[in-house]
Structure formats: C-alpha cells, structure tokens
C-alpha cells in the first residue's frame, strides 16, 4: 500500500530564507509526483508535477525533485515570502488499478514571517 | 466556467440526514475526482470518474456514500444517514485527457461539512 509522509509537518522560517520540503514515498511505482499548494479555506493549487522519468522540474522560485529509487521528492522555495505561507501537500499518482486517484500526504504548514 | 465549482461551501447538519454536494468541473474534462479532508489526516480518495466508464469506487468508505456523475459533467456526491465522523471538507478536482493520461487535476475550493 503506497504511504506518503511529509516532513516536517509544520515550519516557521523569516522571510528571504531559502528552505526545502521533504516528501517520501513507500512504492517506488509512481505515474508522477505532484506538489500543491494549499491556503486557509481554499482549494488545492498545483504548483509542479514531475513525471516518474524525469528528475525535477523548476517554476519561478520553486525547484522539485524527485528520486524515485529512494522514494523521495523535494521541494526548494527560494527567497520565501510571506505569501508562500500556506499548506504544501505532495501527491503521488501510482501505477495500475485506477489511474485517477492521487495518495497525498498529510502536509507541511508554512509560515514565512516578515 | 473558468475552475472547478462546489457548491454549498459549507454545510451543517445533523445526524442521521441525508445530505447532497455538488461539483461543477472545468468545461470540456473528461475526468473528475471527489476527495475528502478531515481535520488532521490528508486527503482521501473517494470516486473517480472518466468519461461514460463505469466510476471508480474504490475510495468510498461506506454505503451511506454515492456519487453520480450526470451528462459527464456535473456530479453531485450523496452521504446518506450522516455520522458525525463524516464531517470533513470534501474537495473535488477535474481533469483533461491526453492519449490517454489524465493530466493535472484543478481543485474547488471544497464543501465544508459539519454534522452536528
């Protein structure tokens, strides 16, 4: 059974400071990875999907990677803001069975202070 | 529309009702998604449809939950005698289809559910 963790699940970080989330994976057959972005009584945002043959894929200031083989994926926010406070949550889509559903992870909350 | 639509945004009711969600997907998708949020756990995949194939249910935690997806577009998610743990916010996602492959999936901003 495909189990997505992210760590930490909370980070508080001062504005302009540079800093990575972390994602990983138990089933290394994934379709893709996607990282989303979620604000306080919204929807979900996507922000970068990285295909299983590809290694990272960059958007503005953010930059994911993905490690199939070890089960991991990042994601780098350079420069925070504080507009980049809001819930990051990392999705895997697997292989076989239905091709629609992503697994999500649980989360990691940021808080960029001015 | 210009996203992906739900309505009520949120809804209270109390146990034992039946209530009834409703998703508006981006025009044109081929796939929609039902998830769902509770307070402290990550998303959970509930039904999927693609197109007229028969819907994936494989994420429905009960019988109390159906969903019917009608014309290939709008679909509506039913939760029959309400529990108190079926409160949670209930997002839904669209998608197009490319040879094949579901592309990226867009979000609403969810119904909230309170069941009291």
């Known amino acids: 059974k495909q189990e997505v963790t992210q760590i930490p699940a909370a980070l508080s970080v001062p504005e302009g400071e540079n800093l990575v989330l972390n994602c990983s994976f138990t089933?290394?057959?994934?379709?893709?990875l996607q990282w989303f972005r979620q604000d306080p009584g919204k929807g979900l945002t996507s922000l970068l999907l990285?295909?299983?043959?590809?290694r990272e894929q960059t958007s503005g200031r953010l930059n994911a990677s993905l490690d199939k083989s070890s089960g991991r994926s990042t994601l780098y926010i350079a420069a925070s803001q504080p507009g980049d406070s809001a819930t990051y949550l990392c999705a895997v889509r697997r292989y076989g069975g239905s091709q629609g559903n992503l697994i999500f992870g649980k989360g990691t909350k940021l808080s960029v202070k001015p | 529309g210009a996203g992906v639509s739900q309505s009520p945004s949120n809804k209270v009711t109390e146990k034992g009702k039946d209530v009834e969600l409703r998703c508006d997907p981006i025009s044109g998708h081929t796939a929609l998604y039902w998830y769902r949020q509770s307070l402290g756990q990550g998303l959970e995949f509930l039904i999927y449809f693609q197109g007229n194939s028969a819907p994936d249910k494989s994420g429905l935690p009960s019988d109390r939950f159906s969903a019917e997806r009608t014309g290939g577009s709008v679909s509506t998610l039913t939760i029959q005698r309400t529990q108190q743990e079926d409160s949670a916010v209930y997002l839904c996602?669209?998608?197009?289809?490319?040879?094949?492959?579901?592309?990226?999936?867009?979000f609403g901003p969810g119904t909230r559910l309170l069941v009291l």
């Open positions: 990285i295909q299983s043959s590809q």
């Open positions: 089933d290394s057959a994934i379709y893709n």
């Open positions: 996602a669209s998608s197009s289809t490319l040879a094949g492959v579901q592309e990226t999936q867009y």
